[in-house]
């Protein structure tokens, strides 16, 4: 792959109306401002990141982390990108690179919009409905690739179609994004029938075309599966978008457990300062001396280790430039690290899964949230195949005239039903649940 071609500020829906001249903004500027004003990026902040949204002490939701993580991908493509353009400076095209950090910067922001409501736990509990719960019935009136993409529900390809999808009423090319924005938010550019054990995938069938009218644009290798399923080489900004929201989501959690008193500060800073040589740890302990806030300490760590993080990644990136472009990289940015550096990140990641998504108050979420997706579901999937009925009517008029909950196909009625679903924050879908089941009503 060249970066002449992967770098393309040329819009979905718009490609007529491409001009390639710069203004006072970039293309790539555009689509970050543009999602930032969007209703769809807002809902994230009441969308449960880890923990249950807060009561007196705040954690991340799904709007803070994906900020954050924006954040953390623009200094880690700065420094991509910085030697880069020393290496092709010669190349008509270098001054393309200079826009790495605008790029990643938008899709950061995007990585999450389409995930459904109550965490990760909500799209185990929407895949599950059609594998094991009342949707396994419907399992015969949908092909081999319509079926895999309902029991492997993935909310990176519901943030694909989120942005791309014309909704009724809406423009074509949904959120007219750039080309270069959209694929670097595909972490798994190939279809549901691809998706394996660990039910991930890049896109729904419905989007099919669209990925690869952007990935043949952009010059993406392709592959070809067993079956001959759609498959493609990830961007190679999809590494560094990866690498960004790995280490918000595991140093950033370790900090939320810590306010909420699930792991004790001893623990914490033992785990943080493992990321360091000796010298440095007797620094950090020397500038945590003095302050006594046990919140502090943790901070003034997690932002050492995030910095060391992301100079890590950008020469773990830079040291395999060749093999991204080729296709042939594997594994993630943060395998790639030197090993002092990947034993620490390893250390967190056994905390977090000891201590803190097992814990209770996190458990608690993943069964509420599962019990009042699947009833969401069961409620309105019935209702789009059933529509003559008085109760299905009531309930349809509820869910806003963007979902095409009159489609022609049953795929596309059930389709409608899941937009709305994970389009919903966690406070909606639970005030649903509530009044589906009669606990709340209006006040009179």
């Given at each position: 792959m060249e970066w002449g071609r992967l770098i393309n500020d040329k819009r979905l829906g718009l490609e007529d109306f491409h001009d390639p001249k710069r203004g006072?903004?970039?293309?790539?500027?555009?689509?970050?401002?543009?999602?930032?004003?969007?209703?769809?990026?807002?809902?994230?902040?009441?969308?449960?990141?880890?923990?249950?949204?807060?009561?007196?002490?705040?954690?991340h939701n799904r709007l803070?982390?994906?900020?954050?993580?924006?954040s953390v991908g623009r200094s880690l493509a700065n420094e991509i990108s910085g030697e880069l353009r020393v290496k092709y400076g010669g190349e008509p095209w270098c001054r393309k690179l200079e826009a790495l950090d605008e790029i990643v910067g938008a899709a950061c922001l995007a990585h999450d919009l389409g995930n459904p409501p109550f965490g990760h736990s909500g799209e185990k509990a929407?895949?599950?409905?059609?594998?094991?719960?009342?949707?396994?019935?419907?399992?015969?009136?949908?092909?081999?690739?319509q079926w895999a993409d309902l029991t492997h529900f993935e909310g990176n390809a519901n943030s694909f179609r989120l942005l791309t999808h014309q909704f009724r009423g809406r423009r074509a090319g949904g959120f007219a994004m750039t080309y270069s924005m959209l694929a670097s938010i595909v972490k798994y550019?190939?279809?549901?029938?691809?998706a394996g054990r660990k039910s991930k995938f890049g896109f729904f069938t419905t989007e099919i075309d669209t990925f690869m009218k952007i990935?043949?644009?952009?010059?993406?290798?392709?592959?070809?599966?067993?079956?001959?399923?759609?498959?493609?080489?990830?961007?190679?900004?999809?590494?560094?978008?990866?690498?960004?929201?790995?280490?918000?989501?595991?140093?950033?959690?370790?900090?939320?457990?810590?306010?909420?008193?699930?792991?004790?500060?001893e623990m914490v800073i033992d785990t943080l300062l493992s990321f360091f040589e000796e010298d440095r740890r007797g620094q950090c302990r020397r500038v945590m001396s003095t302050v006594d806030d046990p919140n502090e300490k943790v901070?003034?760590?997690?932002?050492?280790?995030i910095g060391t993080l992301v100079k890590q990644c950008a020469t773990a990136f830079l040291n395999n430039e060749e093999a991204i472009l080729k296709g042939e990289f594997e594994g993630t940015l943060l395998d790639h690290i030197d090993p002092l550096e990947r034993d620490g990140y390893r250390r967190c990641s056994a905390l977090a899964w000891d201590k803190i998504y097992r814990a209770g108050d996190?458990?608690?979420?993943?069964?509420?949230?599962?019990r009042i997706i699947s009833?969401?579901?069961?409620?309105?999937?019935?209702?789009?195949?059933?529509?003559?009925?008085?109760?299905?009517?009531?309930?349809?008029?509820?869910?806003?005239?963007?979902?095409?909950i009159e489609s022609s196909t049953l795929f596309g009625k059930i389709q409608a039903v899941l937009d709305h679903i994970s389009g919903m924050t966690d406070v909606y879908a639970l005030d649903l649940y509530r009044k589906l089941n009669g606990m709340s009503l209006p006040a009179v």
């Open positions: 006072s903004r970039s293309d790539f500027q555009r689509d970050f401002d543009r999602l930032v004003f969007s209703s769809p990026f807002r809902r994230l902040q009441n969308k449960t990141q880890v923990f249950p949204l807060p009561g007196s002490i705040f954690v803070t982390h994906s900020m954050e993580v924006a929407i895949s599950t409905f059609f594998s094991e719960g009342a949707g396994r019935v419907l399992e015969p009136e949908f092909s081999a690739a550019p190939y279809e549901s029938r691809m990935a043949d644009e952009l010059g993406l290798l392709r592959r070809f599966g067993e079956e001959g399923e759609v498959c493609y080489v990830r961007h190679p900004l999809v590494y560094i978008v990866e690498a960004a929201d790995d280490i918000c989501y595991q140093v950033m959690d370790i900090e939320d457990a810590h306010k909420l008193k699930v792991i004790s500060t901070a003034y760590l997690r932002s050492c280790v996190v458990v608690d979420v993943e069964l509420a949230g599962n009833f969401l579901m069961e409620k309105l999937i019935h209702a789009v195949r059933y529509p003559e009925l008085n109760y299905s009517s009531l309930l349809l008029s509820k869910v806003p005239q963007q979902y095409d």
